[in-house]
């Protein structure tokens, strides 16, 4: 079973706008919430990461927003470029598994000039 | 200086084949991965060794088979390839505890 979900799977945004990708989480044991950006041709590469004990966390242009109650976690671009044209993946760890990444399904962002 | 590098990129094969991809890294950590890509860009974990010990050991075929001769390296034997291994292989490798993986750039693998 998928136990971290991703959405949407593909999105096309227009330069300068906002890029928003969610993902859900079951497993309330999963301490820590990575994005990895994949761009064609190349291995996924982290982008930014946060842990449950704080509900955002921003580095540029990106941010993480973390909504534990609602087990919910989401990454924004910010002025998106068409250099951001990626694939997105959300993952979790839990602190028992070792280092253990579960991947969400991916996300395909199109940055239109 | 690539960080995390396997060889070969591509690889094309007929059905029934055995074959290797091969994963070094320099980067002086201790746990190594393998992961499958799949047509629709899901990641799906397969291994994982911790100082040459095998740790994560998803369900994969028997005809999978990872073998760690030291930290730096972990390869990835497959017997009796079938259309549907086709995919894009990735090594990744990590120090243990801390939570950044380090990805190569894949080995694109197609059966005929």
């Known amino acids: 079973q998928q136990q971290v979900k991703q959405s949407p799977q593909s999105l096309i945004v227009q330069k300068g706008g906002i890029s928003i990708i969610n993902c859900a989480y079951e497993n309330t044991a999963f301490d820590y919430f990575p994005w990895y950006q994949q761009f064609p041709g190349k291995g996924p590469a982290l982008l930014i990461a946060?842990?449950?004990?704080?509900s955002e966390k921003k580095e540029g242009r990106f941010t993480i927003s973390f909504n534990k109650s609602a087990k919910q976690f989401s990454l924004h671009i910010m002025d998106s470029q068409p250099g951001d044209s990626a694939t997105y993946f959300c993952a979790a760890k839990e602190e028992t598994s070792g280092s253990r990444l579960t991947f969400g399904e991916g996300t395909q962002l199109t940055v239109n000039p | 200086d690539t960080a995390v590098s396997q060889t070969p990129k591509y690889l094309v094969t007929q059905m029934g084949n055995d074959k290797s991809i091969k994963c070094e890294q320099n980067?002086?950590?201790?746990?190594m991965y393998w992961y499958k890509q799949d047509s629709k860009k899901f990641l799906k974990i397969m291994f994982s060794y911790n100082n040459k010990e095998l740790i994560i050991n998803e369900t994969v075929p028997n005809r999978f088979s990872p073998k760690s001769p030291d930290k730096a390296h972990l390869n990835l034997h497959i017997n009796s390839l079938e259309l549907g291994d086709s995919a894009v292989y990735f090594c990744?490798?990590?120090?243990?505890?801390?939570?950044?993986?380090?990805f190569g750039a894949g080995t694109r693998l197609s059966v005929l």
């Open positions: 946060i842990r449950p004990d704080v």
């Open positions: 990744a490798s990590s120090l243990s505890g801390p939570d950044i993986q380090y």
């Open positions: 980067l002086g950590h201790d746990t």
